[in-house]
């Protein structure tokens, strides 16, 4: 029993130091990242240290009326008196000014950078990452996470940072002219940090809770906007909005628990912190009666503790959005902290020009379940040949194709392009080769042109035009009202598929790739688009070492040769003629899908 008990003890202090080095990570990290602008943040204390002896003589003055200006009626004094605090309030005001612009400066700055650097990682992340991630988690964290952060460090550091400067100042001040009474004030000091540290704890648990649910409301907005064509194929709108009311009513009653955590402390701990203003007038009223202080000095000491009060309320004002901010950043943190799994070596070869010869030597894969995908493949692509790797769903197709465009690196094997090996090659160089057209074609939102002009980002009017012609896209692209400027719309929703994939070709085609990676471009289409399709891909294919993905074997008959893939091995390999000859895998595939036609 008593093991058990030191056994508990022992996890909890581990589990306390563990969360204490994170909180320390966390901070060190933020400082790293806003020590890079550190000239405004410099400035930032340095006004605010002037700005605090401002604030500290100011209750010296009014001592100074109180005590000797008004007993000797110093009538002539009081217009003085009136400048100098007035004076002195213009140029605290002047510093104020400076004071915030040099923090929100520093505070921009800093979450820019941060905002910046998570967008690049994240750019630089494998495709692993983004097939375990959803889209409006990782929106929430570059938008919602980052603002976060970016409310405390640019809103409220300087406030932090004034009242900090005269609460160190004030005590001072209070130790060296009055040491008992300082003494006293500090007693509620430890029970405050107590309750400021506990209530800390419960409200990162339960800030925590609150951001995933927000991560829910976002994903299921990006989910629900996206697909917003199934959901009023099926009707069920009623549904989708039921759903989001349960997330958003989940979210309200998180962020109620904390307000009522936070409710319950505020009080309490504004409570122990007045108890500093009742001790200075209990103990300075016994003072001034006793002859050992005046009334000015009195004044001027109720003045100083409400200024050491106010670091302790502000701070206890703020424990909501600095927990919320501790837990935004730590978020940011864990993508930054994400490893690329498809790494370059230091000094990678540039690829300047490739011939395209394509091989794959003893490649085995398996995903993150450990179930292989690929064993101990073997093919050889030659400069300028075509071929189409056919096979049951799920036999591995469209792995080989990432593999070859190194989305994924091989656990055993490697894979060559003109004899050097994938991972000896920068991955810009490399994809500079190298044109994909997906099966599900994705637009981005903007023009036709833009979207053509994404494969040669500097190309001219003539060439995106000539890329156009050569898709087979430029007919139905000048019978837009708007031509080249016409709007795609969200992924291409203005679209239809033969013109999505006829647009994606002409890309692919603009950027003139020596290697073209095909996902069956023609799946999905009717037969009219599929003709058109297929006349571009032979225009595409021309000259080109082309890896194509086929889904429908009608569409690969003019390949130099067809790859047979089931369970991640070859199984056969030839031409149309030869494979349909041998009466093999291919054949019954082939023959499977025309029954189904004929049917």
């Known amino acids: 029993m008593k093991a058990d008990v030191i056994g508990q003890i022992t996890e909890n202090d581990a589990e306390a130091l563990q969360q204490k080095n994170e909180r320390v990570n966390f901070y060190k990290r933020l400082f790293r990242y806003g020590w890079q602008h550190k000239r405004p943040f410099l400035w930032a204390i340095f006004l605010t240290i002037c700005a605090s002896f401002i604030n500290f003589f100011i209750p010296q003055i009014n001592r100074y009326v109180i005590d000797v200006i008004i007993p000797e009626k110093q009538f002539n004094m009081l217009p003085w008196v009136g400048v100098l605090i007035l004076s002195m309030t213009v140029v605290a005001g002047v510093l104020l000014f400076f004071q915030l612009y040099a923090i929100k400066l520093f505070g921009q700055k800093t979450i820019n950078s941060l905002r910046t650097d998570l967008y690049e990682h994240i750019q630089h992340l494998s495709i692993s990452f983004f097939e375990n991630q959803r889209t409006g988690e990782l929106i929430s964290r570059l938008a919602g996470d980052v603002d976060i952060v970016g409310n405390l460090v640019s809103a409220n550091l300087i406030a932090i ?29 430890p029970l405050i940090i107590y309750l400021l540290q506990f209530s800390n704890k419960k409200l990162a648990t339960i800030f925590s809770e609150a951001i995933q649910k927000a991560d829910l409301i976002s994903n299921h907005l990006q989910d629900t906007i996206a697909n917003i064509k199934i959901i009023k194929s099926f009707g069920n709108e009623q549904y989708e909005i039921q759903r989001f009311t349960e997330f958003s009513r989940d979210y309200m009653e998180t962020n109620l628990k904390a307000t009522k955590l936070w409710s319950i402390f505020i009080p309490i701990i504004n409570t122990l912190n007045e108890l500093g203003n009742l001790i200075t007038l209990v103990f300075g009223a016994w003072g001034v009666m006793v002859g050992k202080l005046t009334i000015g000095e009195l004044a001027a000491l109720l003045t100083y503790v409400n200024l050491l009060n106010r670091p302790i309320n502000r701070f206890n004002g703020l424990v909501d959005l600095i927990q919320r901010a501790m837990v935004a950043a730590q978020r940011i943190f864990v993508v930054l902290d994400t490893e690329l799994e498809v790494r370059e070596k230091e000094n990678p070869i540039e690829l300047k020009s490739v011939q395209g010869n394509l091989r794959f030597e003893e490649v085995s894969f398996a995903y993150q379940n450990n179930e292989s995908v690929i064993s101990n493949l073997n093919l050889d692509i030659k400069p300028g040949m075509s071929v189409a790797l056919v096979g049951s769903s799920g036999a591995g ?50 023009t036709v042109r833009e979207n053509i002009a994404y494969g040669k980002l500097d190309a001219t009017d003539e060439e995106i035009e000539a890329a156009a012609k050569a898709a087979n896209a430029h007919d139905f692209i000048i019978s837009f009202a708007d031509g080249y400027q016409s709007i795609v719309g969200e992924q291409g929703v203005k679209l239809s598929g033969g013109q999505k994939q006829r647009i994606a070709i002409a890309r692919v085609l603009l950027k003139n790739p020596q290697i073209v990676i095909l996902d069956e471009a023609t799946s999905a289409l009717d037969s009219e688009s599929e003709q058109l399709i297929q006349e571009s891909v032979k225009q595409l294919f021309q000259g080109r070492t082309s890896l194509v993905i086929a889904h429908r074997l009608s569409t690969i008959y003019h390949v130099d040769s067809i790859v047979v893939i089931e369970k991640g091995e070859i199984v056969e390999t030839g031409t149309h003629a030869e494979l349909i000859a041998q009466g093999g895998r291919y054949a019954y595939l082939y023959g499977l899908q025309f029954s189904e036609i004929g049917k």
């Open 161 to 189: 940072l004034i009242d900090s400067f005269a609460f160190v100042a004030v005590f001072i001040y209070i130790f060296v002219s009055n040491w008992p009474l300082a003494f006293m004030i500090a007693l509620t000091w």
């Open 397 to 446: 197709k469209s792995t080989v194709a990432k593999i070859a465009a190194r989305f994924y690196d091989p656990q055993k094997g490697r894979v060559l392009l003109d004899g050097q090996d994938l991972r000896d090659v920068s991955l810009n160089s490399l994809r500079s080769h190298i044109g994909i057209v997906p099966q599900e074609t994705l637009l981005l939102y903007g």
